[in-house]
């Protein structure tokens, strides 16, 4: 199916998904580029692809072929890709697994690709969004995550409530903050089996009240002369030290 019209239905449909109340309707969202439509073919996620006309990608999937038109409104990026598909957002599950990573409102969508990336390579099991932190399918979250993110389970739920759950099931819950803490380095390999570390808002961090839900803090031990470090860094290095 070619498709060389922006007044097409369809083509409107996918402009749309742009916008996050629009993806949350239709349950659906937008990929570009080779490897993230193949990471999500793997997934089983894809509804139909989206390709420009004369390209060729060898997975047998409804495909839907438009203009270089058409790829450029649909797309985000500066250098649209030939290469797109519609994918459906998938069903949320249960918290699983021990090694649990909590966020606290964050907004930055490069800072959440990052940390799902690390979250993978360092084995988390979950992640857990608070309703604040950015959409999970926004078109730079999606980038960033490299296509990992449908390699991880992650779902948006209340942190208090979830840390309520955590802790009838006995896990250990690790705030993070610059001051009063633990550092990470000096935790014993048992407490690094099974745990629930949260993370923050890149501006205020974690918020007091989940911080008072807590067992401890944990922090990193760095150089006096730097106040603090990008949440998808430290992210990174708690979750590197907790996989030791």
Request: glycine residues 6%; negative net charge.
């Amino acid at each position: 199916m070619l498709i060389t019209s922006l007044d097409n239905e369809r083509i409107k449909g996918y402009i749309k998904l742009k916008d996050r109340k629009y993806r949350k309707k239709s349950n659906t969202f937008i990929v570009e580029g080779k490897h993230l439509v193949l990471e999500a073919y793997k997934a089983g996620c894809i509804i139909e692809l989206i390709l420009e006309k004369d390209e060729v990608l060898p997975i047998d999937l409804p495909t839907v072929y438009v203009t270089n038109e058409i790829i450029s409104r649909i797309s985000e990026m500066e250098s649209p890709s030939t290469v797109m598909a519609l994918c459906k957002i998938p069903d949320q599950k249960e918290i699983v697994g021990n090694k649990i990573l909590l966020l606290d409102g964050i907004q930055d969508p490069g800072n959440l690709g990052t940390i799902i990336r690390s979250s993978l390579a360092f084995n988390v099991d979950t992640i857990v969004l608070s309703p604040d932190c950015v959409d999970l399918y926004n078109a730079k979250v999606l980038r960033a995550t490299q296509g990992m993110i449908f390699n991880i389970n992650i779902v948006r739920q209340d942190l208090e409530e979830t840390i309520k759950k955590l802790k009838e099931d006995e896990v250990p819950i690790y705030g993070t903050r610059v001051q009063f803490g633990e550092d990470v380095t000096n935790l014993k390999a048992k407490d690094k089996s099974r745990y629930a570390l949260v993370m923050g808002n890149e501006g205020k961090g974690v918020r007091e009240e989940i911080l008072d839900l807590c067992d401890c803090n944990l922090y990193i031990d760095m150089n006096d002369k730097v106040e603090s470090l990008n949440v998808a860094v430290a992210t990174s290095i708690f979750l590197y030290e907790l996989n030791k």
